[in-house]
Structures are given as C-alpha cells and as structure tokens.
C-alpha cells in the first residue's frame, strides 16, 4: 500500500517557525512535494523537489522564506517554515508524483495566530 504521512503541523505565532515532514511508504517518487488549501480556498502549490534533491520550485508567496528539501534514504521530504504569516494558515499537504501517478498525503493543519 502506498502511503504518505504528514507531521509537525500546529499552532504557532506569527514570525515563527514550523518544520513539517512526510514519510512515504510502499513506493518512492520522481517528484515530492507540498500544496496548501485555506478554507474556500483551492489547493495551492508551495514547493516542490525533483528526485535528486537538486531542482526545487517555490511558489512565489514563499520564497525566502520556506524551505524544501528530502532525504532518498528515509524516503521523506520536508518543508521548514520561517517567518511564517497568518495568510500561512492551511492544512498543508504532502505529494509525491510516480510517472503519471500522484499520491497525496492526508494533510496536516497548520495555524498561525497575529
């Protein structure tokens, strides 16, 4: 079964810091990343990794200040988050991409008070 599971969402303060990860089991995958989804909002792009670790896109909204990055042997990818913004508050979800197929995680809220 394949799988992805998210951690290290919460509640934090603006200007502060967050770092979620996402292990994935039963497969590995070309491209691993995360998207965002704000209530009535649609889900939204953050960052992606290619497999390699060497070609990240960030959305422009994050730039300088998220970090991605991945770890081939722990079969996981990671998203630090610094001086996060309440417009940060979503449930972040973590995917990764197998050919033409996507695998989504099942989210994990993240809250950012003013």
């Known amino acids: 079964q394949v799988q992805l599971v998210e951690s290290g969402g919460g509640l934090v303060q603006a200007g502060g810091s967050l770092r979620l990860s996402c292990v994935a089991s039963?497969?590995?995958?070309?491209?691993m990343g995360w998207y965002r989804q704000a209530p009535g909002k649609e889900r939204e792009l953050v960052a992606n990794i290619n497999s390699g670790g060497g070609q990240t896109n960030y959305a422009d909204y994050v730039k300088g200040r998220f970090t991605i990055s991945r770890d081939n042997a722990k079969n996981a990818v990671y998203l630090q988050m610094n001086s996060l913004k309440p417009e940060d508050t979503a449930v972040y979800y973590c995917y990764g991409r197998r050919y033409l197929t996507s695998t989504w995680g099942q989210g994990t809220q993240v809250t950012v008070s003013s």
């Open positions: 039963g497969s590995t995958f070309s491209i």
